[in-house]
Nanobody, 114 residues
C-alpha cells in the first residue's frame, strides 16, 4: 500500500490546516490507519488512529484535531484546528495490515508560527 500525504504548510497560531493521505488500496481493508508526527529532536508520537475499535487521539490534540476517512477516494484526513506552536512537526500517515505499522507516507511539514 502506498500512502501520499499533502496539505502541510505554514500557519499562524490559532489557525487551521487539513492534511490528506491518499492510499493506493482500499483503506477500509486495513486493520488501522493513523497520523504520527515528529518534531525536531523528539521521538515520533502517535496523534490519531482509526480502527475497527473506533477513533483515538493523543491527549494533546483532543478537541482540536479530527480524523476522518472517505471511502470512494481511499483518502484519510486530519483536520487540525486551533493550532499551537507545539504542533509544529513533520506529520506522517501510517497504516497497518498486521499488528505493526507497516505502511508509511513520506511526511508533510506543518509549521505553526507567527
Amino acid at each position: 500500500v502506498q500512502l501520499v500525504e499533502s496539505g502541510g504548510g505554514l500557519v499562524q497560531p490559532g489557525g487551521s490546516l487539513r492534511l490528506s493521505c491518499a492510499a493506493s488500496a482500499s483503506i477500509f481493508s486495513l486493520n488501522a490507519m493513523g497520523w504520527y508526527r515528529q518534531a525536531p529532536g523528539k521521538q515520533r508520537e502517535l496523534v490519531a488512529t482509526v480502527s475497527r475499535g473506533g477513533l483515538d487521539y493523543a491527549e494533546s490534540v483532543k478537541g482540536r484535531f479530527t480524523l476522518s476517512r472517505d471511502r470512494p477516494t481511499n483518502t484519510m484526513y486530519l483536520q487540525m484546528n486551533n493550532l499551537k506552536p507545539e504542533d509544529t512537526a513533520v506529520y506522517y500517515c501510517a497504516a497497518r495490515s498486521s499488528p505493526v505499522w507497516n505502511y508509511w507516507g513520506q511526511g508533510t511539514q506543518v509549521t505553526v508560527s507567527s
